[in-house]
Each structure stands twice: as C-alpha cells, then as structure tokens.
C-alpha cells in the first residue's frame, strides 16, 4: 500500500483495538509528509466561507455577497488553498488522475453528512464529462447526490482561466432540474474549491429559489 501522492511505501497495520470496533477498517492514503503539506484553515473561522476571519466575523468578501444577496451560506472549508492543494487539484481535476479521489473523500463525507440530508455536487458541463470522463466534486464524496443542478447550454469557462473581475461577472451557468428535489430539504452544496464563491452562489441561488429548507456549503479548499 503506497501513498496517493508520492507513491511512498505506508507501513500501517490495524492495531487490536481496530480489529475490535465495529464498520470497515480505514487505512491511510496518504503519507504523513503529504497529509501535512495540506493546510487547514487556522485560529476563528468565517461562518460565511471557512477562511480564518477575525474573532470568526463574516470577512470582506462574505459581507459582500450578504449585500449583494442580502443572504449568505454558511460554508464549511476544509483546507487553505495552497501550494499543496493546487498540485493536487491539477492533478486530480485537470490531468484527470481518478485515483486521487480517494485522498479526502472519507474526510468530506463525513463531515457533508453532518451538515444536512440532500447533497447536491457543483455539475460540469456535457463537454467536461466527455474530455474529463468524471465530475471532480461527485468523485470526492461517497454519497448519493441529489441531481438537482445541471449546467445550462453548451457549457462554463474554466473559472480558473479568469481574473477576479472576469469571475464575478460570469453569468448564471446552472439551471435546475426539478425544485422538488431539495424543496423543504436540509441541503449541503458541495464544491472543491471556492474562491470569488461566484460560482458556488450560482448554484445557491437557484437551490434557495427552490425551496431548500436549509443550505449549508462544504468546500474542501478555499
């Protein structure tokens, strides 16, 4: 059993107490040098994205969409996004490495599963899926997702080929399927990293719009 990431050797053997406790035993993915490059977000949080905020106030950019909304979601973060994170989404999302879904998937769903009872997964486009062959938030989590979320015409710019300007004003690209599906639901969105949130409150505002209960958003970096 080798590390995900640097192909290392993992010298894990279940203890006793392991073998005793009840459910699938969990063995590591990753190394501990890998597992440590990864940064989780330090010190009070913001309700709003998960990033460290002073004495856990919403920050600048959460302020912003509550004015602009006049709403915000409460949004779950994993890790920071640094230089660790974006090797591994360049890896994962855009070389295509299906493997490495498995490096944070036990993490984000257990905790998707502590925040409601609906999840929904930010959608790719048609022409994603076909050059990709998967959808890189779906892939992250062991859950069954509600299909409420569909990308609407012939598809989304990569938001990591624009500028902060070009991202917010990006236009609506989602639609939905059918309200009924989170209608009077307790929903979790789930995406894999946010950055402006333009596209995570996209795919919000149209959940909100039909009919969630609640909505809460798990992010593994931001």
Same mark, same amino acid.
């Given at each position: 059993m080798n590390c995900l990431l640097c192909n290392r050797r993992l010298n894990w053997r279940p203890s006793f107490a392991d073998l005793l406790l009840p459910g699938a035993l969990h063995p590591p993915v990753l190394c501990p040098t890998c597992q440590a490059s990864f940064a989780p977000w330090p010190g009070? =949080? #913001? &309700? +709003? #994205?998960? @990033?460290?905020? =002073? %004495? +856990?106030?919403?920050?600048? %950019?959460? @302020?912003?969409? /509550?004015? @602009?909304? +006049?709403? !915000?979601? &409460?949004?779950?973060?994993?890790y920071q !996004?640094? /230089?660790? $994170?974006?090797?591994? $989404? =360049? @890896? !994962?999302?855009?070389?295509g490495d299906y493997r490495l879904r498995a490096t944070f998937q036990r993490e984000l769903t257990e905790k998707a599963r502590a925040l409601g009872d609906c999840f929904v997964a930010v959608p790719v486009s048609a022409e994603t899926m076909v050059t990709r062959g998967f959808n890189q938030v779906a892939g992250m989590v062991d859950l069954p997702l509600t299909p409420a979320l569909v990308v609407a015409g012939k598809g989304k710019t990569r938001q990591s080929e624009k500028g902060r300007a070009a991202r917010l004003a990006t236009p609506q690209p989602f639609a939905l399927t059918n309200p009924a599906l989170v209608a009077g639901k307790r929903v979790v969105l789930i995406d894999d990293v946010m950055t402006t949130g333009r596209t995570f409150y996209h795919a919000a505002t149209l959940l909100r719009a039909a009919g969630a209960a609640q909505l809460r958003g798990l992010v593994l970096a931001a």
């Open positions: 009070s =949080h #913001c &309700p +709003g #994205c998960g @990033r460290t905020s =002073h %004495e +856990g106030r919403l920050c600048a %950019e959460c @302020r912003d969409w /509550q004015d @602009r909304l +006049g709403w !915000y979601v &409460p949004v779950t973060s994993c !996004y640094n /230089q660790a $994170m974006k090797d591994f $989404m =360049h @890896r !994962y999302k855009f070389l």
